[in-house]
C-alpha cells in the first residue's frame, strides 16, 4: 500500500480514485464496512482504493492534552488498511491552516483538482471544513455538480449497540478487554519500538522491554497479561504495565513489559504487545520492596492465565 504524506506530495498518478475519510481510529468493524463498501467499488470503477486521514487527528489539535485516547497511531492504520488490501494512504497534516479551510473549498481544491475523485463514501456522521460545516447533503450536491457518487454508510449495529471508536475507549478503560474485541474484531494490541528506560527492572531480576507511547493518552493503563509479536517468528507470553509507574518517579507514560523465557537486545525492534487481561490497576506503593513484591505476584498470575488458556 502507498502512503502519500501531505497535500503537496500528491501527484498527477493519484488522480482518479474511490475515497473514502475520516480519522479511522482503531480500524474497527464499523470502519471496515465502510472500507468493504469503498474496495467494491474501487474495483467497479477500476481506481485506486484510498483512505484519507489526519495527523494529529483534530480533536488533538483543538483540545491537546484534554483529546480522547487514541487507539492507534499512523503506523498501527497503515497495518491495518493494508490487511484489508486498501492501495493508497493519504495522511494530512491537520494545522490550524488546514482547519480554517471552508468546506467549499475542501470540496473543489482537494477532491476534484488534487484528486479527481470518482466515488466518496464516508461514515454516516461525517462533517468537515471551517466549523464542520461540510456535511453528506454538500458533499451529494458537489458529487450532482462535479459528477462523483457520494454515498454514506449506516453505522453497523451489533447487539443492539453502535459500534464507535469512542465505545471501544470506555471499554478499553474499564479493562473491558473482550467487548473492545468484538467490536475492533481483533484483540487490541499496542505496537512500538523499544527504546532505553531506567533499567530498574534488572535489579530486581525482571527485566523489561520499554515502549514510549507516542500519542497524547493511552486508552489503557494498568497491568496486563499479554502476548508479544515481532521478536521472532515465535509468539511470547509476558506481563506488562503500562503508565507513568508512580512507586519511581515516572513521568510519562510508558509500556513495560516483561517477557517470559526470552533474553536477548531488543532496543530498536519494533514489537507488537496485545492485551490478554487486566490484573490490576496502576498504584503508587510506599516502597521499592513492595512494588518487587507485587510485580512477582502479577508475574504468576500472568503466568497462570497464560497456562490455563
Known amino acids: 500500500m502507498e502512503l502519500v504524506r501531505g497535500i503537496h506530495n500528491i501527484k498527477a498518478q493519484h488522480q482518479g480514485c474511490a475515497l473514502s475519510i475520516g480519522n ?30 489526519f495527523e494529529p487527528q483534530p480533536e488533538e489539535l483543538f483540545l491537546g492534552d484534554h483529546a480522547p485516547a487514541r487507539l492507534s497511531r499512523l503506523r498501527d492504520k497503515f497495518v491495518q488498511l493494508e490487511k484489508l488490501t486498501l492501495e493508497r494512504l493519504l495522511c494530512i497534516s491537520f494545522t490550524r491552516q488546514f482547519a ?28 468537515f471544513g471551517y466549523q464542520r460545516k461540510g456535511d453528506f447533503k454538500l458533499l451529494k450536491q458537489a458529487g450532482e455538480k462535479y459528477g462523483f457518487e457520494v454515498v454514506d454508510t449506516q453505522s453497523l449495529v451489533q447487539h ?23 467490536m475492533l474484531g481483533r484483540k487490541y494490541s499496542i505496537t512500538g519500538r523499544v527504546s532505553h528506560g531506567k533499567k530498574l527492572g534488572r535489579t530486581i531480576g525482571v527485566p523489561t522491554a520499554n515502549l514510549f507511547l507516542k500519542r497524547r493518552v493511552s486508552p489503557v493503563a494498568g497491568v496486563f497479561v499479554v502476548t508479544i509479536k515481532g521478536i521472532d517468528d515465535n509468539t511470547y507470553q509476558g506481563v506488562a504495565n503500562i503508565g507513568t509507574r508512580p512507586t519511581v518517579q515516572g513521568e510519562r507514560q510508558q509500556l513495560e513489559v516483561h517477557i517470559f523465557n526470552f533474553q536477548g537486545d531488543l532496543y530498536g ?27 512477582e505476584k502479577d508475574i504468576q498470575g500472568a503466568k497462570q492465565w497464560h497456562q490455563n488458556c
Not at 481510529?25 to 474501487?42: K, Y
Not at 525492534?269 to 510485580?295: H, T, Y
Request: negative net charge; charged residues 25%.
Open 100 to 127: 480554517n479551510i471552508s468546506a467549499e473549498a475542501f470540496i473543489e481544491e482537494l477532491l476534484i483538482k488534487k484528486l479527481n475523485v470518482k466515488y466518496l463514501v464516508v461514515g454516516d456522521d461525517f462533517h
Open 24 to 53: 479511522f481510529d482503531g480500524i474497527h468493524l464499523g470502519h471496515q464496512a465502510v472500507l468493504m463498501r469503498l474496495l467494491q467499488e474501487a474495483k467497479r470503477l477500476n481506481v485506486p482504493a484510498t483512505v484519507m486521514t
Open 269 to 295: 525492534q519494533q514489537l507488537e504487545v496485545v492485551l490478554e487481561k487486566k490484573l490490576r490497576n496502576e498504584v503508587k506503593f510506599d516502597s521499592f520492596a513492595q512494588l518487587k513484591e507485587q510485580i
Open 160 to 182: 443492539t449497540q453502535r459500534i464507535s471508536s469512542t465505545l471501544i475507549r470506555d471499554a478499553l478503560a474499564q479493562g473491558e478487554l473482550d467487548s473492545a474485541s468484538i
